[in-house]
């Protein structure tokens, strides 16, 4: 049975990468040898005031040295705070958390689309490594690249940016059109009117498509319920067409749920 476990990170190292996005890298005991692309940490702040942890999704593994990368983006006074630590500070942290992308799908597939837009980049460094197979990833900017280089590292990088200034001028679907980008699985993380757009084309397409759903989480421990979604089966623990994104999630197959 997975585990999960709180400890006390310590702080490896962390930069700004872009405009209010940060990169963490941090020293685990048990976390890192445990965790899975696709899968979250939660991060608790040291303001009493602030009770429920930040989830963050994991970026990068480093499992021989125990560490993680998480990035995120500053959206609230839990990530300011987070943002302002410095190397050989700590966290404390809880994970890995939630239901990672299945690799295994990829042993009777050829050819994987990993697709993601925005803060939902991070999580496809990692899957874009552990994935057997080839891989054509497409990612949304606003405007300002991050991870592209890295991404790059581990199959062919398709660039969608709003204002055109990189890549393809639209979204992510623009992009995969525009490049005749083609798979038989598709590994997505963003926007929530992005998985709707890409669970539309990938049954129009016939191809089998995961989402992670992480954009919807809130306190990444279940209490708070803000990022329930409604599903076709019952959810045991509700018995009601309800599942909890933080922990039957955050990644699904994206038939499964309403977007």
Request: hydrophobic share 35%; glycine share 12%; net charge negative.
């Amino acid at each position: 049975m997975p585990g999960k476990w709180k400890e006390t990170a310590k702080i490896v190292g962390q930069t700004k990468i872009g405009k209010g996005i940060y990169s963490m890298w941090l020293q685990t005991e048990e976390i890192a040898g445990h965790a899975v692309p696709g899968q979250f940490i939660s991060v608790y702040c040291r303001d009493g005031s602030r009770l429920l942890p930040r989830p963050i999704s994991i970026c990068e593994i480093d499992r021989e040295m125990k560490q993680l990368r998480i990035v995120y983006r500053v959206a609230g006074k839990g990530t300011e705070e987070f943002s302002k630590l410095e190397t050989g500070g700590s966290l404390e942290i809880m994970g890995p958390l939630g239901n990672g992308f299945p690799l295994s799908r990829m042993e009777e597939k050829h050819h994987a689309m990993l697709i993601a837009g925005g803060i939902g980049i991070p999580p496809m460094v990692e899957l874009s490594k552990q994935l057997p197979g080839g891989k054509s990833i497409v990612v949304g900017y606003r405007d300002e690249l991050f991870l592209t280089e890295e991404l790059g590292k581990n199959g062919s990088v398709f660039i969608a940016t709003e204002d055109g200034s990189a890549g393809t001028k639209g979204n992510v679907l623009d992009a995969v059109r525009e490049n005749d980008i083609q798979a038989d699985i598709i590994y997505a993380c963003g926007p929530t009117p992005m998985l709707r757009a890409l669970k539309a084309y990938a049954q129009e397409k016939g191809i089998e498509c995961w989402i992670s759903m992480e954009e919807r989480m809130a306190c990444g421990i279940g209490a708070c319920l803000a990022c329930v979604c409604q599903s076709k089966e019952v959810d045991g623990h509700s018995h009601v067409h309800n599942k909890r994104v933080c922990k039957e999630g955050p990644v699904f197959l994206a038939s499964e749920v309403e977007l």
